[in-house]
């Protein structure tokens, strides 16, 4: 090979050369730019919390009677459910509010130990539920349903139930209280390592929580207690600025 072509070779190689080490650097470079990007966010939490009364209660005043006869534990029945509604009108409640249910009928036999059936009796269970808006008003007639065990209704276990149905209410503002915590606890973060905190890059929404107002209350049971705590927490991440 001449002289020229030897020089000629060279001095290609040397352009490819410089043209893989300039690509080269530019990915290498790009890599370290969005590497350091990426490293420049912050991902917080934001809560926000609300105390909130249940706006609608409902109440199963459960009964039960017996007798000998299907027909005795009937008639029986009926008149302790009488009594359940009136008690219930007595209180204040309206018409719509006062749901008496269908009784449903239990046979029981004893037998000795031959299994010969020796006596024979019927148990008939019942309810009357309220549902209404007044939640003050459910407390109240729970505390007087002793009135009823006088008239001789033999009652079972039966508890109110409060519900919040107005989370629509005040999820705005509480998303926005909970976005504000989060930016809050950002800009620590921003200030700690000599940065702003910038826009948002991301948010992500928890789901919304209910659970008592008081820690304990029912067991931790949400839809026995009338007051309540609403609560939210955000995911965000905001991005740092030098």
Do not use: C, H
């Amino acid at each position: 090979m001449s002289e020229t072509a030897n020089n000629k070779f060279y001095a290609i190689g040397a352009l490819f050369l410089a043209v893989g080490m300039s690509v080269g650097g530019y990915f290498i470079g790009n890599m370290m730019y969005k590497s350091k990007v990426a490293t420049n966010i912050a991902t917080v939490r934001g809560l926000a919390e609300r105390d909130v009364k249940a706006n609608i209660a409902s109440w199963s005043v459960n009964f039960e009677a017996s007798g000998d006869t299907a027909a005795v534990a009937y008639e029986t029945a009926n008149a302790s459910k009488a009594k359940v509604v009136a008690f219930l009108k007595e209180a204040g409640f309206a018409d719509a509010e006062v749901t008496p249910n269908a009784l449903t009928v239990n046979k029981r036999e004893d037998r000795d130990n031959t299994g010969r059936i020796t006596a024979t009796s019927y148990v008939i269970y019942g309810s009357v539920v309220v549902r209404a808006e007044d939640v003050d008003k459910v407390a109240a007639a729970t505390q007087k349903v002793g009135d009823l065990v006088g008239q001789g209704v033999l009652l079972t276990s039966s508890y109110p139930q409060y519900f919040y149905t107005k989370l629509n209410d005040v999820k705005p503002e509480m998303l926005g209280e909970a976005t504000r915590n989060a930016r809050t606890a950002a800009e620590q973060f921003a200030k700690d390592a000599n940065a702003k905190v910038g826009a948002i890059n991301s948010a992500g929404q928890g789901a919304f929580t209910l659970s008592p107002r008081d820690a304990g209350e029912n067991g931790g049971d949400e839809s026995g207690s009338m007051f309540k705590k609403v609560r939210v927490v955000t995911t965000i991440s905001f991005y740092l600025e030098r």
